[in-house]
């Protein structure tokens, strides 16, 4: 389950504040001392952890708060707060484009998720919002990708426009938009090309295609469960790409948290969705607020 392990620290050390009567300086230090080995523990980046710490001891030693009638309260109140402004603060919704199509385009490293991810994303767009999107399958380098596009493309009943592994990146990107204006479509989202690890060749590749897409989002997506990596690589793509947003994946199996908790904080990008699992529906937009409570309980 997602933060399971931090959540069930933070719980047990918030709950022995929550019900005094009287806090002190030292209980709110204390305390803090506990949140932060839980942070740490739980991979979130140091710097990020001493900004944090430090911002919530000053808010909670505040006269209005331990000098209030549940100050107990107060200060986990001041936790949940700070928690939600690191995951985000406001949820970030996707841009949508002045006229249709909003071309999204699809970025991340092999096997964190990017495919499949296209799918669940084009799947939410036509179930939740009502939207008719076109997939596009320009990964043409990774064995199986495109197939795998295509497969989830029946099994949605959603149009997947592929071209083959022997067209540029760039032409299928050209001709899916000629295609998705022809027909009115109203999203268009394309599943680019990932490697292993990054390389100029890809950047430069994925900026070619960024050129002739024009487009309004740029969706990093990241395995949360490689902790710390993804905020580096958010980092990268971010600075060579200029990205938008952040899908995290497999925030069903992280009990820890440490990407999500960072990677606001040390990329400023916002966390747009996040995959809790292997299905087509397993995609929720991020809620910072929704999530803080969920980790505090
Ligand atoms: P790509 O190389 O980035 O396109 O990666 P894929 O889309 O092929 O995904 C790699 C693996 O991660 C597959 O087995 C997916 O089913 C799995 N996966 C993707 N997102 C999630 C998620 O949110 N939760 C879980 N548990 N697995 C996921």
Partial sequence: MAFEGLADRLQSTLQRIRGKGKVTEADVKEMMREVRLALLEADVNFRVVKDFIKKVTERAVGQEVLKSLTPGQQVVKVVHDELTTLLGGEQSKLAVGTKPPTVIMMVGLQGAGKT???????????????????????????????QQLETLGKQLSLPVFSMGDQVSPVEIATKALEKAKAEHYDYVIIDTAGRLHIDEVLMEELQQVKEIAN???????????????????????????????????????????????????????????????????????????RMSSRILG
């Fill in 116 to 146: 499949t991810t296209t799918g669940k994303l084009a799947n939410h767009l036509r179930k939740k919002l009502n939207r008719q999107p076109l997939l596009v399958a320009a990964d043409i380098y990774r064995p199986a990708a495109i």
């Fill in 215 to 289: 487009p309004h989002e740029i969706l990093l997506v990241v395995d949360s469960m490689t902790g710390q990596d993804a905020v580096n690589v958010a980092e990268s793509f971010n600075e060579k790409l200029g990205v938008t947003g952040v899908v995290l994946t497999k925030l069903d199996g992280d009990t820890r948290g440490g990407a999500a908790l960072s990677i606001k904080a040390v990329t400023n990008l916002p966390i747009k969705f996040a995959g809790m699992g292997e299905k087509m529906d397993a995609l929720e937009p991020f809620h910072p607020d």
